[in-house]
């Protein structure tokens, strides 16, 4: 479309010229780059009220091609033109999730290359002139709700890959790390048919079947020390057989009278490393070890705090140079079965993965489907080592005790104050067609009453398929907290008491855990007690601010944040009844420690775990990639454990009268 047929087409849709020369003005020459204007860049135009109602018509697409008395033949062709090019460059938009997913347009971001600009944070006051000339589609979509509660400044970040729902993954190494202790020959089951070790070898088996050609496979397996039992080797359609015979003799294995899981970590980095010689090797593939144990740790390295910073200066010091955003090239999954509390297993979970702590309880499960689920999100996955710094400005300050903890790094460079304005996040990666949410609560008292003064800024950077790194920035203005539209304020709503019922149930949990880990089944039931009612207070207090302040948007609210409790307080019921139902004994303690872990890292990050731990028949907490399409052979793969997923029973859970009275 030239200049003079992009004036053409704003004049038809009732722009006047000194719009137009405003929009021109701001390097905003064609359909592509007007698009990308979000609500704050139009507000930051200076246009009259009735132009800008227009020129957001035009981009939400409002009216419809030919739909304008005016529009001459021309136009109307230039139109359905633009149209069908955004049909071949963009994906569809992924579709919502559930009735608690934001039905919002697919969204674009500015960024710029490190390559093309040193610069590394853009107001958005000049962000709009500075980047039209670079932009380019996004892996990661960012948006944010702010709402001002008892005088505390509240915002929810979204990072979100919604737009991508088809995907080709990138080729994958993964290395599968077994323990091979002699507990992993005890039988399980009702038929006592087959042992842990011989359902990781099945699951293997089938792995191998799932991924495409182009990917690697190992295996590692560690005891009283590590051993490559199938080095790295690329699949094929002639190699697939002679992998498949490797991992028949996995079961048959020697079993050992040690588990030295800090040998087979180094063992594994090693062997993925030793297949790459340069950073962009390692960048061109989605790099993981899976660890399959029933985490039992007694040889090596056992105090979880050292091994996970033993493993990560592994990890960091193989990068062949990579910097702080990236050195961290592998992610570590961890598959618990059995019934032993592992701190250690869930220390790596959290601190070497965005994933949840995957339990498998081989006494229940006939099936080994949502043992791809590492697979699956890794090889879907859009954008890596995604991270999000967050600073408060003149004079604000963030509020750590009611501010995400999932996924926060620590800042090498804080000053005194630095808790206190910064934090930072970060993702290994996230997944197309997901959407991953982060609180952030800020105390503005001490920041000029001006309603233009920034407040927060939120800077995220990541690496996509060009395996270059991305930067966009986000700066949040003390007016944005005062907004009267009554759509923005039911979102702000909706999203900041999610958030808060994340933070109350991880807490609560957490404090279960620790409970029952030391034996004290009472305390941890108090604990999960505590927490449904801490649940309902929050349902309260936000169901007062919504009847308060959204007149007829009330009703759009309630049932999803009444909803979104409700599933919240029946995993903690399911929980409470497992506590309720168990002995005094040591192995009963574990078990419920490990489902306690799995479900809280489910809600916590989000993520899904496996063997139905997560009671969410609505996928409200803890969301599959919403794909479309995944293409090679872990479509049919997906295609299966969804199926089986629909067929499985419901849990015990059931619908609590007191949240329903809503």
Same mark, same amino acid.
């Given at each position: ?154 915002? @929810? ?9 088809? +995907? ?17 020959? +005890? ?123 033993? @493993? ?23 598959? +618990? ?44 996955? @859009? ?150 009612? !801490? ?58 420690? @490990?489902?306690?872990?799995?479900? !809280? ?62």
């Amino acid at each position: 479309m030239s200049s003079q047929e992009f004036k053409q087409y704003l004049s038809t849709y009732g722009l006047n010229d000194a719009t137009i020369d405003k929009l021109l003005s701001e390097d905003i020459e064609d359909l592509s780059t007007l698009k990308l204007l979000s609500q704050e860049d139009i507000d930051g135009l200076g246009l009259k009220t009735g132009q800008k109602a227009k020129l957001r018509n035009i981009i939400s697409g409002a009216l419809p091609v030919g739909g304008h008395p005016e529009m001459t033949p021309e136009v109307a062709s230039i139109n359905n033109h633009s149209r069908n090019d955004e049909k071949a460059q963009f994906k569809p938009q992924a579709r919502p999730r559930t009735s608690l997913a934001k039905k919002e347009e697919e969204s674009e971001h500015l960024f710029i290359d490190d390559d093309d600009n040193p610069q590394s944070s853009m107001s958005r006051k000049s962000s709009t002139q500075k980047t039209f000339s670079k932009s380019k589609k996004s892996e990661v979509a960012l948006d944010y709700h702010c709402l001002l509660s008892e005088d505390k400044g509240k915002v @929810v970040v979204d990072l979100s890959t919604e737009h991508f729902d088809e +995907v080709t993954p990138l080729p994958a190494k993964i290395l599968l790390l077994v323990d091979i202790s002699g507990s992993m020959g +005890v039988k399980l089951g009702r038929s006592r048919r087959y042992s842990k070790l011989s359902k990781m070898r099945m699951f293997a088996q089938s792995m191998v079947d799932s991924l495409d050609d182009g990917d690697f496979v190992g295996l590692v397996t560690f005891g009283n020390d590590a051993n490559v039992m199938l080095p790295l080797e690329e699949l094929t359609s002639s190699s697939r057989s002679r992998v498949r015979g490797a991992l028949e003799k996995l079961d048959k294995t020697y079993l050992s009278t040690k588990t030295n899981l800090s040998a087979g970590l180094s063992k594994a980095v090693d062997v993925l490393h030793g297949v790459s010689k340069t950073q962009e090797d390692l960048l061109n593939y989605r790099n993981a070890i899976i660890i399959l144990s029933d985490g039992e740790i007694n040889e090596g390295t056992t105090h979880p705090g050292k091994l996970v910073h033993e @493993v990560r200066e592994k990890i960091r010091n193989t990068s062949y140079g990579l910097d702080d955003s990236q050195n961290q090239w592998v992610t570590i999954s961890v598959i +618990v079965t059995g019934n032993e509390v592992s701190e250690a297993m869930y220390m790596l979970s959290k601190f070497c993965s965005s994933e949840a702590f995957y339990h498998l309880d081989i006494e229940k499960s006939d099936s080994e489907s949502d043992l791809f689920l590492p697979v699956l999100l890794r090889k879907s996955a @859009v954008a890596w080592n995604v991270s999000l710094y967050a600073e408060s400005l003149n004079g604000t300050l963030i509020i750590n005790e009611e501010t995400t903890q999932e996924h926060k790094v620590r800042l090498r460079d804080n000053t005194r104050d630095g808790p206190r304005s910064k934090k930072a996040f970060l993702f290994y990666d996230i997944p197309a067609a997901t959407t991953k949410h982060l609180g952030i609560a800020i105390n503005m008292r001490r920041a000029p009453e001006d309603p233009e003064t920034e407040v927060l800024r939120l800077d995220v950077s990541f690496t996509g398929h060009s395996r270059k790194r991305r930067k966009f920035t986000k700066t949040i203005l003390r007016k944005e907290f005062y907004d009267d539209d009554l759509e923005k304020k039911a979102s702000a709503i909706t999203a900041n008491m999610m958030h808060d019922a994340r933070l109350i149930s991880q807490s609560a949990l957490t404090k279960a855990a620790d409970q029952v880990k030391s034996g004290n089944a009472s305390a941890s039931s108090n604990e999960i007690e505590s927490g449904k009612s !801490d649940l309902k207070n929050l349902l309260d207090k936000y169901g007062k601010m919504a009847e308060d302040s959204l007149e007829e948007q009330e009703e759009s609210v309630r049932p999803q944040i009444v909803a979104y409790a409700d599933v919240l307080m029946k995993n903690m019921q399911n929980l409470l009844d497992g506590l309720t139902d168990t002995g005094n004994d040591s192995e009963s303690d574990a078990k419920n420690w @490990v489902k306690i872990k799995a479900v !809280d890292s489910a809600i916590s990050r989000e993520a899904p775990t496996i063997s139905s731990e997560v009671e969410d028949e609505d996928l409200y907490l803890a969301p599959r990639p919403n794909l479309k399409r995944i293409s090679g052979n872990l479509q049919g793969q997906l295609d299966h454990m969804n199926k089986q997923s629909a067929g499985r029973p419901k849990s015990r859970g059931s619908k609590l009268g007191t949240l329903q009275e809503y």
